[in-house]
């Protein structure tokens, strides 16, 4: 089985300030670990991935986030808010493992971000 | 490319009145998904294609049916509408093998009284 953990309902940030949203998971073997962000009233939007390789993933508009293998976390981060950057952050698991059809994902509850002027 | 869309944007039910949401990509994706989006819970499974032909359930199958019409094409049916199918239901495509994302349409708002 594989789960995803948003620890964060919503997170509050100054614009210009280091933005972080937390994500924890939980699988079997090994992650393949995803990052979505929605804007209002639309659909998700791919911002990173980790596969493998180099526990930092850089993404779109200045996001990276941190592969973290013995606390299981993949949090994201983004050194200067923006106020755009508000928005809801979703993070998604897979264990590659697992070769069941389809290659689900799992997501988490999703973190709304605020980012004030 | 179009990318993934979905059809309606918007949509108001009765209680037990049916209704299919159309879905269709155009990047000749192998794997196409539908889940629905709840304050709180995340995106939750419904059903996915991971092919043309077959089709298989998810999380929260009950009271949803899915018809893979060809490759490009994926509808969702709710032959019953319920309160409780309230939500916004989004599509997602992507290519076979790995590590490849989802991509994800704009999403369809149905509200059931």
């Known amino acids: 089985a594989q789960s995803v953990a948003q620890p964060e309902d919503q997170v509050n940030v100054a614009e210009g300030n280091p933005l972080t949203v937390k994500c924890t998971y939980s699988v079997s073997g090994n992650p393949y670990l995803f990052w979505y962000v929605q804007y209002p009233n639309r659909g998700l939007q791919f911002l990173l991935k980790?596969?493998?390789?180099?526990?930092l993933v850089k993404g779109s508009y200045g996001f990276e986030a941190e592969f973290n293998k013995s606390q299981t976390s993949f949090h994201l981060k983004k050194p200067s808010a923006l106020v755009s950057d508000s928005a809801l952050y979703f993070c998604?698991?897979?264990?590659?493992?697992?070769?069941?059809?389809?290659?689900?994902?799992?997501f988490g509850g999703g973190t709304r971000v605020l980012v004030k002027p | 490319n179009a990318g993934v869309t979905q059809t309606p944007k918007f949509q108001v039910l009765k209680t037990g009145q049916s209704m299919t949401l159309q879905c269709a990509q155009d990047m000749n994706h192998n794997s196409m998904y539908w889940y629905r989006q709840d304050p709180g819970m995340g995106l939750r499974l419904i059903y996915y294609s991971a092919s043309e032909g077959t089709t298989d359930k998810g999380e929260v199958p009950n009271g949803y049916n899915v018809s893979r019409l060809n490759k490009r094409e994926f509808s969702l049916r709710l032959e019953s509408a319920a309160p409780s199918q309230t939500s916004v239901y989004f599509c997602?495509?992507?290519?076979?093998?790995?590590?490849?994302?989802?991509?994800f349409g704009p999403g369809t708002r149905l509200t059931v009284t």
């Open positions: 998604a698991v897979r264990d590659f493992r697992v070769k069941a059809a389809g290659n689900k994902l799992t």
């Open positions: 980790y596969i493998t390789g180099d526990n």
């Open positions: 997602a495509s992507r290519p076979s093998g790995d590590p490849y994302e989802q991509y």
